[in-house]
């Protein structure tokens, strides 16, 4: 049978990694974004894909997008909810909008993409959400960032009781670290990225790479039995907050 995978911000970051995976494990790709430019780009390289331009936060443009996947590649099998902003700034501060985007593409787009997807995967399938380490802890200036991934963590739960009988399954995927995409600036400071990847039990920044493996490991045949679940890849991170308060 063969796989096929829609990928949400599959144009940049993580997501484009996720389809490279996907690509080479002969999965049919299709390539979500906003960003046309560089989706034209992305898909022109990756062989069996196709780019798909849509905006998650708006129903009809994802029903559009799924139409044209199911039209080159049948019914979807696996989703990937990958598209996410962030939006830094202190919650008294910022502007109201910034909130509202934060919640509209991560949360409310995500439920969008998996109503949709849900209703065409009449054979079963797999929807995977990207959260963050914020859907566990909240960050410096993370703004809404963490209400959102929360939220997100909490819908696949939902999602995962209501979609079940249909043999659908939801899972989702929590990066910790990730030295690429919306982190990238961030760990361009040389001393951000020595004291972050100190403060790793495993002793580094995550990849992309580490993601897009973990999405093909719960993905894959012997997942079948696992739903509702949230994967922290994050090299430890989230536990080790004794490890920077030391004792003698
Ligand atoms: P990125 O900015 O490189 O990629 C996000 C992609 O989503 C972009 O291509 C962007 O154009 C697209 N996008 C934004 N709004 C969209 C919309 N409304 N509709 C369709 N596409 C849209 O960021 P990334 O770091 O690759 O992040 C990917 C996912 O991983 C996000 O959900 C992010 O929250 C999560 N994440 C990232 C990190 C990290 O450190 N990079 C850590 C934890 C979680």
Redesign the pocket.
Known sequence: MTRTMFV??A?????YEIAKAAVDAQYKVGM????LT?LEEVTRHLSGTIALP????KPVSVADAFDRFTQEFGAPTTVIN?????RFGMLLDQPVEDFVDTIS??LI?TYIVAREAARRMAEGGHIIN?T??NSITPGPGAGAYPAAKSGVKQLTRQLAIELGPKGIRCNAIS?G??D????APIYADQKVRQTRSGAVPLGRLGT?ADIAAAVMYLDAEAGAYVNGHELVVDGGVVHSLLNQLPRD
Do not use: H, L
Request: charged share 10%; hydrophobic share 45%.
């Open positions: 949400t911000g144009a940049n970051g993580i997501g979500v974004d906003t960003d560089k849509a905006d998650v936060t990958n598209a996410g902003i962030v593409v991560n787009g990207i963050s380490i990066p670290f990730i690429a995409g919306m982190s992309a």
